[in-house]
């Protein structure tokens, strides 16, 4: 039997004797909201320890400090207007003549994107090409993984390393693979060319099309992977009962495999759509100027026009953008988590 | 039906793995290309590795890359061990949400937006208190250790949710301390997710050229930025032979990999 | 069920050091509770335990036993309460720092070192000699009979195997007291009941005060000088095998330890030690030996094991202690046979008789008309 899992305890007290807080302890639990004292179960045993505060507080303040505190940056940023000096942008507080607090906010940058219809299109545009991605990986990636968990057993772990492989690869080069394939000249066209099945080449590069095929060959392993990972768990003798109560395999397949495996149809999709609708390099490689996505055009604001407020207006709004699917995703594996947790206990 | 399936699921492996394939194919027949133009084939040639090998920049580059990966994916480890550890074994506790929420965040963050608001805030902190000053392989490293923690972390959390508490609580009742605990006792059973998280901070930072393009300073290039900018120009047959080394020495690292845990294996199932 | 003759017969020691006013306990547990949430674990336990003891903390998954053995080693804090060992209060102390050692369900044995380095581990922190270390991790290996698998890792060997290797390292420092949380649980059933008796001359051999938890009542019953009862974070009963078995205190214990019927009746009059219960439920009148006096109309419960009645199928003269019923089911078991008696009200008695002779000269069959009878000694008066 495992023991019972342990909670926390609610009053989260100062720490007694020699580690009671000390000022910079107070100021710092008040600043975080964050608790010395933590219940723990297996390294510490309930009497509180400076090491275990330690051993929170070092990561978590890295990424306070470097993930964190840069959102508020970006945040800061995105109201202010742009000039010519450096840094490129004006304070958001300043100080009046008659010592007095002045604060400038400018809504000017989220009114152009609003107003311009370039952001507009490009916002559009990422989510559309990012949603059609993930269902051309979810068509491609799901009979795979089918596929592997249902080969041999000792075929499956190298299956799941070829798959892993690419990843392990530059992904810069990966996508740089495919310029000599789609280029007018390239491989595909010049394929094409002696098959006979056309006379001029076909502009394959620079379009959605290109664009969609990097997205999809990029990411693949990150819809296989997951969507593996649940088929491979589900419990076959499910499928058998299903064939002994009379139920058609195609039939097993729609009623009980795909809506346990959903999971990872979620996490799957989430893995490929969120990262693809910011995408940078594959648009910017392989599509054209007009393959408009929000993350080559933040980029372009960045470093060709200078004008880091907007720049960081496009930051903001991607990420609004983002959020739901993002928290979504965050639920899901939480889930996911919680049970295998319960599924040990 | 019964007898078609197998040959159907047979053709769905090919073609996907055709696809994931022949691209890395292509690149490495023609990194041997004696023609400049990559796509049509002018005899066998091995000039571009030559070129390649003699190409200082992108050698300074690869160097600046690999000093950048060694220290990223050694103090992710770190980072991630710590985080792993606060995650699977501290229970829960106030503010375990906010940390949960930092710690995945990076995973699914554009890097647009990782590299914009790492190089805004240096600036800002330039500002402020006049660090970090010239911007290079510092802020790169930094920059690289926020996102590869994420990665880290979830693969040392997971190790250690699967590891037996038990074996920890038997090191505390023989009279180890909790430090030393986890130095002789966790350390050693977790070592594999420890090199697999090393391994894999150490490749996301040798691939990263978005956050490294905007946290990087004036003379510090890494090397998929010295490749993205001779590939914005075209195809280049040095790009190829660079790309086929990459996958060379990946490969050869999995083979060997592979080899010594189906070997470990193997012992294992002798003994028993 | 005859478990409790399986109960151990100690004769060499001082059988029954709780009984002594003046023996000092090693354990003393005042008071404890421990809650997870709002979940009470433990609920205000109080124990004490003695030098030599082989005690168990009995109940089903879930009702405390071993959230109380995990405070015992210092792996849970309690939330109230003391826990004092050897005279020296323990609740507060981690526990790296106890005199108590633990041998684990799971045996979390170390997988990355060898059989000689887990039994050494306890040695070594202690900061103990490397001659010291080696000699003592010897008469470990001797004592479990493992010396050839010195240098196997905790793959390499059998379950049994392991669980030697999980007792000889949580006894390697000298505990003053071995926790034992399910020692014998991953074994089959074979292997089980041979390794309860080496564990039992194992702890004989040593004289070291053994704690175990366990849900298997046959195994408490086998190994225990003392068992402890435990439902829902508290202590029903602490008592030796034969007087949980023979005496126990309540509805849960009489029916959790071996089998039991249960009759609920009321306390009509009491007489030369004999309580007169009447159970309206099936229309009977039984006269139960009683220690305590207990007042006309108290409501309470007539316990009754199944060996100690008899059935036969010639009606008897007396009206007390009398149950009417057909034969519905019966179990040949080759020692015993087993008697399901459906009374007129449709109850199922559970009667069991030993087979004593080859051929029996009348055996009951199915539907055939029986009565059951007791001596008043037999059955057990339960106030609910």
Redesign the interface.
């Known amino acids: 039997m495992m023991p019972p ?4 305890q609610v009053p ?1 007290s100062p720490p007694p004797g020699p580690s009671s807080p000390t000022l910079i302890g107070y100021l710092w639990r008040w600043l ?4 010395f004292v ?8 309930g009497t509180v ?1 400076w ?2 505060a330690l ?2 507080a ?3 303040l ?3 400090l ?6 508020l ?2 945040l800061k ?1 995105s109201f202010s207007q742009a000039v010519l000096a450096q ?1 490129p942008y004006t304070p958001l507080f300043s100080w009046a003549e008659d010592g007095i607090m002045v604060l400038r906010i400018n809504f000017q940058n989220y009114l152009l994107l609003v107003q311009d219809s370039l952001y507009w299109v490009a916002y559009l545009n990422s989510l559309r090409i990012a949603a059609i991605a993930t269902v051309c990986c979810l068509l ?2 799901y ?2 993984a ?3 968990s ?2 041999k057993a000792e075929f499956r772990i ?2 799941l ?3 892993i ?10 996508v ?6 789609l ?1 007018n ?3 595909l066209n ?1 394929f094409l060319l002696w098959l006979g099945v056309i006379d001029d080449p076909l502009p394959l590069m620079h379009t959605d099309f290109s664009v969609l095929i990097g997205i999809v ?1 990029s990411y ?1 392993p990150f819809m296989v992977l997951p969507l593996y990972a649940t088929l491979s768990r589900m419990d076959e003798s499910l499928l058998e009962a299903a064939a002994d109560l009379g139920c058609r ?2 039939k097993a397949f729609l009623t009980i495999t795909l809506p346990l495996s959903m999971p990872g149809v979620i996490a799957g999709s ?2 490929v759509f ?2 693809s ?5 594959i648009p ?2 392989l599509g054209g100027p007009n393959t408009l996505m929000i ?1 080559k055009v ?2 372009t604001e ?2 060709s026009n200078k004008d ?1 407020p907007v ?2 207006a496009v ?1 903001v709004a ?2 609004l953008l ?1 959020v739901v699917p ?1 928290v979504r ?2 639920k899901a ?2 889930e996911t988590a919680k049970k ?2 319960e599924g ?1 206990t | ?2 007898h078609w ?1 197998p040959f159907l ?2 053709t ?2 090919a073609f ?2 055709a ?3 022949l ?2 194919m ?2 490495i027949v ?1 990194s041997f290309n004696e023609s400049r ?4 084939w002018a005899g066998f040639s091995t000039k571009w590795y030559g070129e390649l090998v003699h190409n200082d920049q992108i050698l300074s580059a690869a160097g600046l890359s690999l000093q950048i990966a060694v220290i990223n994916a050694t103090g992710a480890v770190i ?2 061990t ?2 792993g ?2 995650l699977a ?7 375990r949400t ?9 995973l ?7 590299g ?3 190089l ?2 240096f ?2 902190m330039e ?1 402020v208190i006049g660090w970090p000053g010239t911007r290079g392989m510092t802020t790169i490293v ?2 690289h ?2 996102f590869s ?1 994420a990665y880290v ?1 979830v693969v040392i959390q997971s190790r250690l ?2 590891m ?19 130095f002789v ?2 350390v ?2 977790i070592a594999p997710a420890l090199v697999a998280g090393w391994l894999l901070a150490f ?1 996301l930072s ?2 990263d ?2 956050v490294a ?2 946290v990087s300073g004036p003379g510090a290039s890494t090397l ?1 930025m010295v ?2 900018s001779s ?2 120009l ?2 280049s047959p040095q ?1 190829n032979a ?2 086929t080394i ?2 060379g020495i ?2 050869v690292a ?1 083979l060997v990999a ?1 080899y010594l845990m189906h070997r470990q294996e193997k012992q ?1 199932l002798k ?2 | 069920m005859p478990v409790a003759q399986g109960a151990r017969m100690r004769a060499s020691q001082n059988l029954e050091a709780w009984q002594d006013p003046k023996a000092r306990p090693i354990v003393q547990i005042e008071n404890v509770t421990k809650a997870f949430g709002s979940h009470y674990a433990v609920d205000s336990v109080s124990l004490e335990i003695f030098q030599g003891e082989f005690f168990s903390l009995l109940g089903a998954s879930g009702c405390g036993k071993t959230t109380l053995l995990r405070m015992l ?3 849970e804090t309690p939330d109230s309460g003391h826990i004092v060992i050897d005279g020296a209060d323990m609740t507060h102390v ?5 005199p ?3 041998m ?3 045996y ?5 070192m060898t059989v000689e380095q887990n039994i050494a ?2 040695l070594k ?2 900061g103990a000699s490397k001659a010291q270390i080696k000699e003592r991790v010897g008469e470990m290996l001797r004592l479990v009979r493992l010396e050839p698998y010195a240098k ?1 890792r905790p ?2 060997l059998s379950g049994g195997q392991r669980q030697r290797v999980a007792l000889a ?2 006894l390697a ?1 000298h505990p003053r007291l071995l926790l034992l949380d399910e020692p014998l649980g991953a074994l089959d059933k074979k292997l089980r009941e041979h390794t309860q008796f080496e564990l039992v001359n194992i702890q004989e051999q040593l004289g070291t005060t053994f704690i175990m938890v366990t849900h298997d009542q046959e195994e408490a019953m086998t190994m225990s000088t003392r068992i402890a009862v435990m439902d829902e974070g508290r202590i029903l009963q602490i008592g030796s095998p034969s007087t949980i078995y023979e005496y126990p205190a309540t509805r849960y214990v009489a029916d959790f330890i071996g089998s039991v019927n249960l009759f609920d009746g009321r306390v009509i009059s009491e007489e030369g030690g004999l309580v007169f219960v009447h159970c309206d439920e099936v229309g009977a009148t039984m006269a139960i030996a009683h220690g305590e006096p207990l007042i006309a109309g108290t409501p309470v419960s007539v316990a009754l094991r199944p060996e100690k009645m008899t059935v036969t199928d010639i009606k008897p003269e007396s009206d007390v202690n009398v149950l009417r019923g057909v034969v519905s089911e019966i179990a040949y078991l080759g020692d015993v046979s087993i008697y399901y008696v459906a009374l007129p009200n449709k109850t199922l008695v559970h009667v069991q008789l030993t087979n004593l002779a080859r051929h029996t000269s009348s055996p009951l069959t199915w539907e055939q008309e029986v009565w059951l009878t007791w001596e008043p000694e037999n059955g057990v008066v339960l106030q609910t």
């Open positions: 899992p342990v909670h926390p989260l975080l909201g964050f608790p933590v219940r723990v179960r297996g390294l510490a045993m320890s090491g275990r051993v929170t070092v990561p978590f890295w990424l306070l470097f993930f964190g505190l840069p959102f940056v970006v940023l840094p491609l990636g009979p795979m089918y596929a592997i249902k080969a190298p299956l390393m070829l798959i492989l690419p990843f392990w690869t530059s992904f810069l080069i990966r740089y693979a495919w310029i000599g394939i280029k000249n390239g491989l010049n060959y693949l395999p195609g989430m893995l969120i990262p609708v910011g995408e940078f390099v910017d490689l993350g933040l980029w960045f470093f880091w720049a960081s930051a991607t990420l983002l993002i995703f965050q594996q939480e295998t947790e040990r | 039906m019964r399936r699921l047979f769905v492996l996907g793995y696809f994931l394939y691209p890395i292509s690149l023609y133009l990559v796509t049509v980072l991630g710590l985080a550890l606060v074994r501290f229970g829960r506790f106030r503010g906010a940390f949960t929420t930092l710690i995945t965040a990076p699914v963050m554009p890097e647009v937006i990782i914009l608001s790492l805004l805030m600036v800002a500002n930094i920059a250790l926020t923690t972390t949710s699967q037996d508490v038990s074996i920890e609580e038997a090191a505390l009742d023989l009279g180890a301390k909790p430090a030393k605990v986890f006792i966790t050693p059973v490749t040798l691939d050229l978005v393009s905007f998929p490749v993205y590939v914005r075209g195809v790009i660079l790309a990459i996958v990946v490969t999995i592979g294992r003994m028993q | 080693a210092g792996l981690p526990p790296y720092r106890r108590v050692n633990m684990f369900q799971s979390a044995l170390f997988p990355h581990f306890g922190q202690e196997r793959h390499q390292r949580s420092k």
